[in-house]
């Protein structure tokens, strides 16, 4: 009997943690699609709260928007359909974390012609970033094509309600991610 009870235990936790990836997967893929199409709304909603702590929601919304589209530049994600790769849903300090990785390639197109003195300064910064492996300046698009790793952590807890919430990771906002998320978590994702 106490066989069957722990076989019994045994499945329905894995099969949980099957059910509780294959959300993970599938809201990844939502959180992308609506990056991609420029639905910052919908991005909002798979965002994690805290970051709504730091700055309320109507702020980030808007400075997402600008981002993306101002008077001097547009940014656009170039994959329809990136390959994430998943690390093991980690148990941190009560909390669900898992880290998302893939390719993320986008376009910065200039609405003024840059010059050569502009393309060059850019183009250092955007290798000396360390957060593109491509770089490269499309002179008859006005735009540069950059692409490079890039990272979600992925959050589940009391304040998600066990909901999968997002949090991008780059090494230039690794303090912001490490403001969110502690010290602690970031080392243990390693990061």
């Known amino acids: 009997m106490k066989n069957l009870i722990f076989g019994?235990?045994?499945?329905?936790h894995f099969t949980s943690f099957s059910q509780n990836a294959e959300i993970l997967k599938s809201d990844v893929k939502k959180m992308y699609d609506a990056?991609?199409?420029?639905?910052?709304?919908?991005?909002?909603?798979?965002?994690?709260?805290?970051v709504f702590e730091m700055a309320n929601k109507e702020d980030v919304l808007a400075a997402m928007e600008y981002a993306f589209d101002n008077e001097t530049m547009r940014i656009r994600l170039v994959h329809v359909n990136p390959t994430f790769t998943y690390s093991e849903i980690k148990i941190i300090e009560g909390k669900s974390f898992c880290l998302i990785n893939y390719t993320n390639a986008m376009r910065m197109t200039f609405e003024n012609?840059?010059?050569?003195?502009e393309i060059e300064t850019m183009k250092k910064s955007f290798l000396d970033s360390g957060e593109y492996k491509t770089v490269q300046y499309e002179k008859d698009r006005n735009s540069f094509f950059l692409e490079g790793n890039a990272f979600m952590i992925a959050?589940?807890?009391?304040?998600?309600?066990g909901k999968w919430k997002f949090v991008n990771y780059s090494k230039t906002q690794a303090q912001l991610a490490e403001m969110l998320l502690g010290a602690k978590v970031i080392k243990e994702l390693g990061l």
């Open 8 to 12: 019994l235990a045994l499945l329905f």
């Open 35 to 50: 990056s991609y199409n420029l639905a910052f709304e919908e991005v909002m909603n798979y965002t994690h709260p805290k």
């Open 113 to 117: 012609k840059l010059s050569g003195d």
């Open 155 to 161: 959050v589940a807890d009391e304040t998600t309600q």
